[in-house]
């Protein structure tokens, strides 16, 4: 990575990924730098050297081009919010993210140099009824785990393993802007229930819309 600060925004973590092959990565070292903390602990957040990604965390193996660091991520590491995956003392940070794929499975629509985001959130393993109808972010029984925020490492390390049905490709025209996928995904989800309640009544239509707040998601949802 090309710094070991810890700035509230994105920054570029590799070079692009049609420089780099899954071979010569993998043979260059079995090590490969992350960002982590103890969540809990106040200002514990700090470059790691850690083993490659596990297989178990997906079969789509991405090169990280980009990391969005957000409020949570503040949260996390002023040891106000976060939880590691079981077992583990600290936690890979990053949520928002951007990379080039290096490997997937034949049989997925994913394939090598795609632009892929991953997706944060798995639903809870009971099913409640919300994560059962795929609306995770809704999730009733707080089962659900998140990459980067609650029992679940995230993206922020040089590479990381998806799987394919929570990864999504982007269109290579987006480039670097393809990291605010996932805050925007937020300000999408809004307005879809904002446009929900709207058409449940036949008379009233709204012609203004006030957005509380003027943070990054207030922000992209005013754009």
């Known amino acids: 990575m090309e710094s070991e600060k810890f700035p509230i925004c994105a920054f ?38 850690i083993p490659e990604p596990l297989n178990a965390d997906g079969a789509v193996l991405v090169q990280t081009l980009m990391i969005g660091v957000c409020g949570t991520d503040r949260d996390i590491v002023s040891g106000r919010y976060g939880s590691s995956p079981p077992g583990r003392e600290r ?11 290096l490997s997937a499975p ?29 609306e995770w972010d809704m999730c009733r029984n707080g089962l659900y ?35 605010l996928l996932e805050p925007t995904s937020i300000a999408a989800k809004a307005w879809d229930h904002i446009d929900r309640i709207v058409t449940r009544s036949r008379c009233w239509r709204p012609q203004v819309v006030l957005v509380s707040g003027a943070g990054p998601v207030g922000l992209l949802a005013q754009l």
């Open 12 to 49: 570029r973590t590799m070079r692009p990924v049609w420089q780099l092959t899954f071979e010569n990565a993998r043979k260059a070292s079995r090590i490969m730098r992350a960002l982590t903390v103890v969540p809990g602990v106040p200002n514990s957040a700090r470059l790691d050297d």
């Open 91 to 101: 936690l890979v940070l990053g949520h928002e993210s951007l990379g080039g794929v």
């Open 106 to 134: 034949a049989e997925s629509s994913i394939v090598g140099g795609d632009l892929v985001v991953g997706i944060v959130r798995r639903p809870d393993p009971v099913p409640c009824s919300a994560c059962a109808c795929g």
């Open 145 to 179: 785990t998140e990459r980067g925020i609650k029992h679940r490492n995230g993206y922020g390390a040089e590479r990381f393993r998806v799987e394919p049905e929570f990864t999504i490709a982007l269109g290579p025209t987006l480039g670097d802007v393809g990291v």
